[in-house]
């Protein structure tokens, strides 16, 4: 197939609904809202407190406009293999993937939200490929950016917000070459993903290349944040410092990572949600046999040289 045909078909994609629009398994909800607040360390209380609620302007609990998408999750089918019958926007990276361009980057995702959902509301999403852009050469690979925006409606099909997507899908520019018959050279064994450093973050990973691991503090209300960001989330504040975590921590929630495998980690994997002793959660490996981690045990941050050139803050069971 040559360039102009391939393309000429990414064209009959681009416009399209990916497929029917999915209504949420559930409506709004305030036990789910208290999960997700629970889980992000979100302590507003107009999403949990009713009786603040009835104090606002909203006059009873809203949910967090970040849990937009979260309503109209499939849960575990999303990763269930099927023959893409009926969804557009799987036929199109298959189509992809046959051509070749089998490799795929997210690039970004913005979300606009117009107005807060209150419990009992009804979720719906309708996905479009909204363009797919003309080829580009980026550092990864040669390959073409697909664009979705799904639009978010209510009970009453009014909309309540969006959100766009952008994919790269291309063809690695660096893929491995296959071994000629009878070589004796082996792969080089694969690297973990490497952070991707900008204003608000380097900061954080220079002082862990030091042994040090910093929490975020607001110069204003004095509130901890983690992961580094450059507003307060109480105050709005963007004046922050930092300070230097002891290393202690307890055991809030985790789980035990069985598949699916990816190089080059070790499983199965302890990931843990973890206390720290300055009163704020970081998400780090556990370095312990999974039989026995639990809830509530004691941890100590220890630095691991996971790579020749790259350092990790992990954690590991108190002794004693």
């Given at each position: 197939?040559?360039?102009?045909?391939?393309?000429?078909?990414?064209?009959?994609?681009?416009?399209?609904?990916?497929?029917?629009?999915?209504?949420?398994?559930?409506?709004?909800?305030?036990?789910?809202?208290?999960?997700w607040?629970?889980?992000?360390?979100?302590?507003?209380?107009?999403y949990?407190?009713?009786?603040?609620?009835?104090?606002?302007?909203?006059?009873?609990?809203?949910?967090?406009?970040?849990?937009?998408?979260?309503?109209?999750?499939?849960?575990i089918?999303?990763?269930?293999?099927?023959?893409?019958?009926?969804?557009?926007?799987?036929?199109?990276?298959?189509?992809?993937?046959?051509?070749?361009?089998?490799?795929?980057?997210?690039?970004?995702?913005?979300?606009?939200?117009?107005?807060?959902?209150?419990?009992?509301?009804?979720?719906?999403?309708?996905?479009?490929?909204?363009?797919?852009?003309?080829?580009?050469?980026?550092?990864?690979?040669?390959?073409?950016?697909?664009?979705?925006?799904?639009?978010?409606?209510?009970?009453?099909?009014?909309?309540?917000?969006?959100?766009?997507?952008?994919?790269?899908?291309?063809?690695?520019?660096?893929k491995?070459?296959?071994?000629?018959?009878?070589?004796?050279?082996?792969?080089?064994?694969?690297?973990?993903i490497r952070?991707?450093?900008?204003?608000?973050?380097?900061?954080?990973?220079?002082?862990?290349?030091?042994?040090?691991?910093?929490?975020?503090k607001?110069?204003h209300?004095?509130?901890?944040?983690?992961?580094p960001?450059?507003?307060?989330?109480?105050?709005?504040?963007?004046?922050w410092?930092?300070?230097?975590?002891?290393?202690?921590?307890?055991?809030h929630?985790?789980?035990?990572?069985?598949h699916?495998?990816?190089?080059p980690?070790?499983?199965?994997?302890v990931?843990?949600?973890l206390?720290?002793?300055e009163?704020?959660?970081?998400?780090?490996?556990?370095?312990c046999?999974?039989?026995?981690?639990?809830?509530?045990?004691?941890?100590?941050?220890?630095?691991?040289?996971?790579?020749?050139?790259?350092?990790l803050?992990?954690?590991?069971?108190?002794?004693?």
């Amino acid at each position: 197939m040559t360039r102009e045909e391939f393309e000429a078909k990414l064209k009959e994609f681009a416009g399209k609904p990916i497929g029917a629009s999915i209504v949420g398994r559930d409506a709004v909800n305030e036990p789910m809202i208290r999960q997700w607040c629970d889980a992000m360390g979100d302590t507003n209380p107009i999403y949990w407190d009713p009786n603040f609620a009835k104090t606002t302007l909203h006059g009873s609990l809203v949910a967090p406009p970040t849990m937009l998408q979260g309503w109209t999750l499939d849960g575990i089918k999303m990763a269930l293999p099927d023959d893409s019958k009926g969804d557009l926007q799987k036929q199109l990276h298959t189509f992809f993937n046959e051509n070749g361009y089998d490799a795929v980057l997210g690039t970004n995702c913005d979300q606009e939200y117009d107005r807060y959902l209150k419990p009992g509301d009804q979720v719906k999403a309708t996905t479009v490929i909204e363009a797919i852009s003309e080829q580009k050469a980026t550092a990864v690979g040669t390959g073409y950016f697909i664009t979705t925006k799904t639009t978010f409606t209510d009970q009453n099909d009014q909309r309540i917000g969006t959100m766009t997507f952008r994919v790269l899908k291309y063809k690695a520019a660096n893929k491995p070459k296959p071994v000629s018959e009878g070589a004796t050279t082996q792969s080089a064994a694969p690297k973990r993903i490497r952070p991707v450093l900008g204003h608000d973050n380097a900061w954080w990973w220079e002082g862990v290349s030091a042994k040090k691991l910093l929490i975020q503090k607001c110069s204003h209300c004095k509130v901890l944040r983690h992961p580094p960001r450059p507003m307060c989330p109480h105050c709005q504040s963007l004046k922050w410092e930092s300070i230097e975590a002891s290393g202690k921590a307890t055991v809030h929630s985790f789980v035990v990572i069985h598949h699916p495998v990816i190089p080059p980690f070790d499983y199965p994997l302890v990931v843990g949600v973890l206390d720290l002793e300055e009163g704020t959660r970081f998400v780090s490996n556990i370095l312990c046999d999974p039989k026995e981690v639990y809830v509530g045990m004691k941890v100590e941050l220890v630095f691991e040289q996971v790579e020749e050139d790259m350092i990790l803050p992990l954690f590991r069971p108190v002794k004693g």
